[in-house]
């Protein structure tokens, strides 16, 4: 699109890439139980967006879960897609909302918080290890793959990498959730350890990045920013190693420390 554009006091018209932000409804079967702003990125990552949010709300537990994930077509606030469930997988409307434990200004105590979290995701537990050396690279490996950001400015991205440093999935959104639950999506319906990886994220940690990682079992969350308290609280309660400010070759370890490495 064109703007104009102001340096040190002068005026230019140019042209500038804007990230799309278009409203996605999930429904499962035939329900529908949120409505998210996403990035488009075809029918592919609005389904390992579908798969992911699911997945990290304890919905579906195994690709076999998932039966079909199908577009809708379009209504008037846009994009609507439908998941088919397994016959025997249970689903409780009721509970299955974005926000159910995400929101950091819904006054909810921290720590009923956690409990209430705990009693649908049980610990992490691995004995992985991953050297700080190869934490530190991880975010510029990220940065280096983030197309849409380049271009834009404007969006998140998220990875999933081996302990080894090796990125086995990029996505990016405008929404940090989505950009986890796209890459976690993915690695879900294709069947790839999560075990034994690492979620890198371009942003600060929340609470909510730290429970998607539990949800799927991955031991390991780093981001270029700080995590918040109820994140590193979240870390420690459930097994999931927190390590901030990973730039520039440093790396902050604010919980399960044992699994970071010289």
Not at 41 to 51: H, M
Not at 62 to 69: I, N, P, W
Not at 130 to 153: K, Y
Not at 220 to 230: F, K, W, Y
Request: glycine content about 12%; proline content about 3%.
């Amino acid at each position: 699109m064109r703007v104009v554009r102001w340096v040190d006091g002068s005026r230019t018209d140019a042209s500038d890439r804007l990230a799309l932000e278009e409203p996605l409804e999930i429904r499962v079967r035939g329900r529908a139980v949120t409505v998210t702003m996403r990035t488009p990125g075809g029918e592919d990552e609005d389904a390992e967006l579908c798969a992911g949010f699911l997945l990290t709300e304890g919905i579906v537990r195994g690709r076999e879960d998932v039966l079909k994930v199908e577009a809708c077509g379009r209504n008037e606030w846009g994009n609507v897609v439908n998941v088919l469930l397994a016959p025997l997988v249970h689903v409780d409307f009721e509970r299955l909302t974005r926000h159910v434990f995400a929101s950091s200004s819904c006054g909810v105590c921290g720590k009923a918080t956690i409990e209430a979290v705990r009693g649908g995701c049980s610990p992490v537990r691995s004995d992985v290890r991953v050297s700080a050396g190869v934490l530190a690279g991880l975010p510029r490996r990220m940065r280096d793959r983030q197309a849409l950001f380049e271009a834009t400015g404007a969006v998140h991205a998220a990875a999933l990498a081996d302990v080894r440093g090796e990125l086995k999935v990029v996505r990016e959104d405008v929404g940090r959730h989505n950009a986890v639950d796209k890459a976690l999506g993915h690695a879900f319906v294709r069947g790839m350890a999560m075990a034994d990886g690492v979620l890198v994220v371009s942003g600060r940690i929340s609470f909510e990045i730290v429970q998607k990682a539990a949800m799927a079992g991955v031991p390991v969350v780093c981001g270029v920013s700080a995590p918040t308290s109820l994140a590193v609280e979240c870390g420690e309660e459930l097994g999931v190693t927190v390590a901030g400010f990973v730039r520039d070759g440093r790396v902050n370890v604010y919980s399960r420390g044992e699994r970071v490495i010289a």
